[in-house]
């Protein structure tokens, strides 16, 4: 296949182009720059520029694009930022879709666990309802957005949430103070994290892309449920360290305001049945398993 990738330079967008070169696919990257090789194209999302006769040679698009929302805490012109970054993304692409004399197949889009907001001890399935919240709001709006492409084009949402990985993402931060023995839980650290590993994360892109009855919305997390506490201490059991000291929750807010509130405090507890029920294995489905690859050298 040739996939068209929006948001290759990103943590997820790296390991998906590793691993379809594996697989023998060719990636094709979307730059807002001149591209300067042949697998890569130009475009511009803020004036919604994307020549539509790329689309005819490609058979799948896999939409990532899309400011961090890791960068706290997030100020009126951040949050303006990560909306733009997701909405005109996606709208570009599908505006190029439609416009083609010959689509893509498949068009994988980009969403997030934060469509659910903060749920408490609930079982989120891809059938709960929108929750509250800027995340909430910004993901909705996003896949509105990837569900304009036309009709003969099968539209997956993938609702990513916490991805594990060795440097960068959720744990750039954490697993520094881990492995210095000055971490600890976030909050009351009952709070429910979900989590996939990285390498999961993008094998469940192929996965979908290659799966002609997928559509829709598919949560990308890992089959067992985690704590923030449990997640916290299985990293700790498996670099040998102690995770004692805890960060209270007024400490996060004052620092990171709403960004602590709906990224480290909120609580989600996400069913993998429906991506399960596709016939994906996971490569790392418990907890333990994920942390032991993570700290893996």
Same mark, same amino acid.
């Given at each position: 296949?040739?996939?068209?990738?929006?948001?290759?330079?990103?943590?997820?967008?790296?390991?998906?182009?590793?691993?379809?070169?594996?697989?023998?696919?060719?990636?094709?990257?979307?730059?807002?720059?001149?591209?300067?090789?042949?697998?890569?194209?130009?475009?511009?999302?803020?004036?919604?520029?994307?020549?539509?006769?790329?689309? &005819?040679?490609?058979?799948?698009?896999?939409?990532?694009?899309?400011?961090?929302?890791?960068?706290?805490?997030?100020?009126?012109?951040?949050?303006?930022?990560?909306?733009?970054?997701?909405?005109?993304?996606?709208?570009?692409?599908?505006?190029?879709?439609?416009?083609?004399?010959?689509?893509?197949?498949?068009?994988?889009?980009?969403?997030?666990?934060?469509?659910?907001?903060? *749920?408490?001890?609930?079982?989120?399935?891809?059938?709960?309802?929108?929750?509250?919240?800027?995340?909430?709001?910004?993901?909705?709006?996003?896949?509105?957005?990837?569900?304009?492409?036309?009709?003969?084009?099968?539209?997956?949402?993938?609702?990513?949430?916490?991805?594990?990985?060795?440097?960068?993402?959720?744990?750039?931060?954490?697993?520094?103070?881990?492995?210095?023995?000055?971490?600890?839980?976030?909050?009351?650290?009952?709070?429910?994290?979900?989590?996939?590993?990285?390498?999961?994360?993008?094998?469940?892109?192929?996965?979908?892309?290659?799966?002609?009855?997928?559509?829709?919305?598919?949560?990308?997390?890992?089959?067992?449920?985690?704590?923030?506490?449990?997640?916290?201490?299985?990293?700790?059991?498996?670099?040998?360290?102690?995770?004692?000291?805890?960060?209270?929750?007024?400490?996060?807010?004052?620092?990171?305001?709403?960004?602590?509130? &709906?990224?480290?405090?909120?609580?989600?507890?996400?069913?993998?049945?429906?991506?399960?029920?596709?016939?994906?294995?996971? &490569?790392?489905?418990?907890?333990?398993?994920? *942390?032991?690859?993570?700290?893996?050298?």
């Amino acid at each position: 296949m040739r996939v068209l990738i929006s948001g290759a330079s990103g943590l997820i967008g790296t390991e998906l182009q590793k691993q379809l070169l594996v697989s023998g696919h060719t990636p094709v990257f979307l730059v807002r720059r001149e591209a300067r090789k042949e697998n890569e194209v130009q475009w511009d999302p803020n004036t919604l520029t994307l020549d539509p006769q790329v689309l &005819e040679s490609i058979d799948a698009v896999v939409n990532l694009a899309g400011a961090t929302t890791g960068k706290l805490p997030w100020t009126k012109k951040y949050k303006e930022e990560l909306v733009a970054s997701r909405i005109n993304s996606t709208k570009t692409i599908v505006q190029a879709i439609a416009k083609a004399k010959k689509r893509p197949k498949v068009l994988v889009s980009g969403s997030a666990s934060g469509i659910y907001g903060d *749920c408490g001890d609930t079982w989120l399935t891809e059938s709960s309802p929108k929750g509250e919240g800027f995340l909430a709001d910004l993901a909705s709006q996003w896949e509105q957005e990837a569900m304009k492409a036309p009709e003969d084009v099968r539209v997956v949402l993938v609702r990513t949430t916490m991805v594990l990985s060795r440097k960068l993402g959720a744990l750039g931060r954490l697993l520094p103070l881990i492995r210095l023995g000055i971490g600890g839980r976030l909050g009351s650290g009952k709070q429910w994290w979900a989590w996939i590993s990285l390498p999961d994360e993008a094998r469940a892109i192929i996965h979908l892309i290659n799966t002609a009855s997928a559509t829709g919305p598919y949560n990308l997390t890992a089959p067992e449920p985690a704590t923030a506490k449990e997640l916290i201490d299985e990293l700790g059991r498996q670099l040998k360290r102690p995770t004692v000291i805890p960060v209270p929750a007024f400490a996060l807010k004052l620092a990171f305001r709403e960004g602590a509130q &709906e990224l480290l405090l909120c609580s989600q507890k996400m069913s993998a049945e429906r991506l399960l029920s596709t016939g994906f294995v996971f &490569e790392h489905p418990t907890l333990k398993a994920a *942390c032991s690859w993570v700290v893996k050298r």
